[in-house]
């Protein structure tokens, strides 16, 4: 059932993606006991993928999503786990500022979406909410939502954004279908994992 609301929201929103203007800004920061001084990650410590909007429209619905992949055959990645405390069951992936909970998008919450989020390079996770009752409003850039990781082995990872059909691009959407926005995107993110 969740994953027909999902589908669902998004052939809504395919409809509505014709002469987008930009909104809002999504950027990846890095938290955590892997983050080195230099930029790069230490591989077998944990990372926090934290991802950052700053919203400047007033906006009913989302989807977006991001990829993780590498030119080392064989890469790895552990999503550290912390059940009954995210979006998704096993809890590496978690909501912030309004996105953990049905505050803002309460028709469900945000939904999660693992496609190929086994730990094997290349991932694929997909984001999608909508609001009924209430309305994402304008803000100054801060954490919305995380994915929670361990890289265990030396090499380079790309984080970059994505999204799996039938919606194929990022996107706010608005009360009136002509408003909806695709937002700026920071990277890709490409990081060196050392021993």
């Not at 993928?49 to 429209?57: A, F």
């Not at 984080?159 to 990277?187: C, K, M, Q, T, Y």
């Amino acid at each position: 059932m969740r994953m027909l609301k999902v589908v669902g929201f998004l052939v809504v929103c395919v409809v509505a993606i014709n002469g987008l203007a930009f909104a809002g800004i999504i950027n990846l920061e890095f938290t955590g006991d892997g983050v080195q001084k230099d930029g790069s990650i230490k591989a077998g410590k944990p990372v926090s993928v934290d991802v950052m909007i700053e919203n400047d429209g007033t906006f009913t619905g989302f989807s977006f999503g991001f990829s993780v992949v590498s030119p080392d055959s064989g890469m790895t990645i552990i999503h550290v786990a912390d059940s009954g405390n995210g979006l998704n069951p096993n809890g590496d992936i978690k909501g912030h500022n309004g996105w953990e909970d049905h505050s803002i998008w309460n028709f469900s919450g945000v939904f999660a979406v693992e496609k190929d989020w086994d730990g094997v390079l290349p991932e694929l996770l997909g984001f999608g909410g909508l609001s009924v009752q209430r309305e994402y409003k304008p803000h100054e850039m801060h954490k919305v939502l995380s994915f929670d990781v361990i890289f265990p082995e030396a090499g380079t990872v790309t984080i970059d954004s994505a999204f799996f059909p039938p919606g194929g691009r990022w996107l706010f959407a608005a009360p009136n279908p002509e408003d909806a926005r695709v937002p700026d995107w920071g990277g890709p993110y490409t990081l060196k994992i050392v021993k």
